[in-house]
Nanobody
Framework: QVQLVESGGGLVQTGGSLRLSCGAS????????MVWDRQAPGKRRELVAS???????NYANSVKGRFTITRDNAKNTVSLQMNSLKPEDTAVYYC??????WGRGTQVTVSS
């Protein structure tokens, strides 16, 4: 059974930082591109960042220069370091292996 479990969300002030982590089990983690999505209230789900099995990264324009995605294939984990957070980053963040698997999400709230 595939499981993706996110952690690290919380409440932070504008300009602050958070680090999200996602642990994967039940899957050959190292072969998959890993993705962090987010969904804010009343908005469509959007891709935040992705990382291929070889470490190539891609970011939404809105987070470039502020967020960094990394992975540890030995530990089956993918992380998202979020710096210089803004209120518009407030959302539920999901760890995904599109299109098949996703976690329950972790709430990130940035206060102004």
């Amino acid at each position: 059974q595939v499981q993706l479990v996110e952690s690290g969300g919380g409440l932070v002030q504008t300009g602050g930082s958070l680090r999200l982590s996602c642990g994967a089990s039940g899957i050959n983690f190292g072969i998959y591109t890993m993705v962090w999505d987010r969904q804010a209230p009343g908005k469509r789900r959007e891709l935040v960042a992705s990382i291929t099995r070889s470490g190539t990264t891609n970011y939404a324009n809105s987070v470039k220069g502020r967020f960094t995605i990394t992975r540890d294939n030995a530990k089956n984990t993918v992380s998202l370091q979020m710096n210089s957070l803004k209120p518009e980053d407030t959302a539920v963040y999901y760890c995904t292996i599109p299109p098949y698997y996703w976690g329950r999400g972790t709430q990130v709230t940035v206060s102004s």
